[in-house]
């Protein structure tokens, strides 16, 4: 979820699913070693239990990493090796470290000795068009005996060569067998399944066979769903998409005034109405330029009595 899942995107899913674990987007060693470390590390206590997701490949630049995301109060560390982004390939990092799993195992050690918090690990099934069960195994296996304890799934190969990250989410099949067959065959390991997940019903099948579920591009674009399963697998009710949206615009009143862009916030709040009578007006008030410059905090009210209006006229046209 590079460039999605910034801390204003977490806190909003964070208003939604009350029990989730949120991953920062996949971070690089280079850029919180050499870079601006409060940028990429500064959260909201309200976003806990949130995790960093590493990029990166050299166990000694992780473990130093690692310990800043403990400094900053991270209760996970992720290392991605799922991502098959060509920028990613240039770096040595993300999907093709799935061929170097000994390496991969002494940056999971490397982490493990420097932080008492969890080291888990995201990961592909395999890569390009070898669909090979005995790779993420040998993979799984490595990293196991290094003390990994939770294995993030995405049940498809990485492409390296030939396909863009978009159409890496979508055109290698779908293998959730062999996510079930991973957790058969490493019982004492968490295993969650990511990929191509977009229901409630998905989630239903997925967890009689692994330990979690993962939502990713699903969750971004139909934001309800997150809440909707939060409430059906730990109990309470959802809250109501405006009771949401009254917790942004408080939100909004605390970071705008701060220097932070309306528009910063509310791009991650463009689904939230999706399937609903009003969709559409919600979508476009708050994708509007001059509205989102004004930096108005009336936006967020005035699109929700839009879409209550635009609901009230379809019930009454379908009435």
Avoid at 165 to 181: C, Q, T
Avoid at 231 to 238: D, I, K, N, Q, V
């Amino acid at each position: 979820m590079m460039d999605w899942s910034d801390r204003h995107c977490r806190f909003f899913f964070r208003q939604l699913a009350p029990h989730a674990v949120v991953y920062t987007e996949m971070i690089t060693t280079g850029a919180l070693l050499h870079g601006d470390v409060p940028r990429h590390l500064d959260f909201a206590p309200a976003e806990h239990p949130v995790a960093l997701q590493l990029g990166g490949s050299e166990p000694d630049a992780l473990a130093a990493c690692a310990k800043l995301g403990l400094r900053w109060g991270y209760d996970e560390i992720n290392l991605n090796c799922g991502c098959p982004s060509e920028r990613v390939q240039r770096g040595a990092f993300g999907a093709c470290l799935m061929l170097e799993p000994e390496l991969v195992a002494d940056c999971v050690k490397a982490m493990q000795d420097a932080v008492p918090i969890s080291v888990t690990v995201k990961h592909r099934l395999g890569i390009d068009r070898v669909e090979d069960y005995g790779i993420v195994r040998h993979f799984v296996e490595a990293l196991a005996r290094a003390g990994c304890r939770t294995f993030i799934v995405h049940a498809r190969n990485a492409v390296l060569k030939g396909l863009s990250p978009k159409a890496n989410r979508e055109i290698p099949p779908l293998r959730y067998d062999d996510v079930y067959r991973l957790k058969r065959e490493f019982p004492e390991v968490e295993i969650v399944v990511n990929g191509g997940i977009e229901t409630l019903a998905d989630i239903d099948v997925h967890l009689a066979y692994v330990d979690g579920v993962m939502l990713g591009r699903a969750a971004y674009h139909d934001p309800y769903l997150l809440a909707q399963a939060d409430a059906r697998l730990f109990g309470g009710g959802a809250p109501t998409r405006g009771q949401i949206v009254e917790r942004m615009q408080y939100y909004a009143a605390e970071r705008v005034p701060g220097g932070t862009p309306l528009r910063a916030i509310v791009r991650h709040m463009l689904g939230l109405y999706q399937g609903r009578p009003g969709a559409r007006v919600w979508r476009r008030m708050l994708s509007d330029a001059a509205l989102l410059a004004s930096s108005d905090l009336d936006l967020l009210r005035e699109a929700v009595e839009r879409v209550e209006a635009a609901a009230s006229e379809s019930v009454a046209v379908h009435g």
